[in-house]
């Protein structure tokens, strides 16, 4: 695989009409035109594009090589690396689940997992699921390029596993790929740092 950023593009649209597919697409300049466009511009080899309408996809089509060298179109089954965008998707479900009362955002967080999560050095400090949206919990990426063991740097992005199984064999001292790193020696709750493993640990399925 070609080793280059693709990007997903989710477009959200909402009509006061209701037609089937493509007919609400035409309402707006030229969609495929902009989307070629960006693609040239920027030098994005493949995008995949969607509108939505209420619970429905209503237009989808795909551009370019999900995999240049060998010419791979892709498809509704390609993986694309979404970044920080995936952190709306996360947040906005969290606070979805708490106004339906099904997660309180102050409670331990274990008690939504199957599995233990607890910061080495404040083993008796629990992690909430305010701290991990706040950047607060203590758990954070790596602070040096030495240290970062991220997916990025061990997995092709079509090739990445599950996040339930990577999740604890990365997080706990027991995994297979745990990285120490993570851990900062912070109590949950005290400092602000950046956190993609923990916005990643509230995605946990």
Known sequence: MTKSFSLCVAA???????????????????????????????GIPSIA?????????????????????????????????????????VVTAVMQLHEQGLIDLHADVNQYLPFGVRN???????????QLLTHTSGLAWPLTESEVPGMFTKYRLDA?????????????????????????????????LYSNIGISLLAYP
């Not at 959200?12 to 040239?40: K, T, W, Y």
């Open 12 to 42: 959200m649209f909402f009509f006061h009409s209701c037609s089937p597919l493509a007919p609400d697409v035409q309402e707006f300049a030229d969609p495929e035109g902009e989307i070629l466009r960006e693609m040239n511009d920027s």
């Open 49 to 89: 594009a969607c509108v939505v309408k209420g619970d429905d996809i209503v237009w989808e089509r795909y551009y370019g090589y999900a995999d240049v060298a060998r010419r791979r179109v892709p498809d509704s089954s390609t993986s694309y690396a979404l970044a920080s965008v995936s952190k709306l998707i």
């Open 120 to 130: 080495p050095r404040y083993p008796d400090r629990s992690i909430t699921p305010y």
């Open 160 to 192: 990445a596993p599950p996040l339930r199984e990577w999740l604890p064999q990365y997080l706990l001292p027991e995994g297979e790929k745990y990285v120490p790193a993570v851990w900062k020696d912070t109590p949950p709750g005290e400092k602000e």
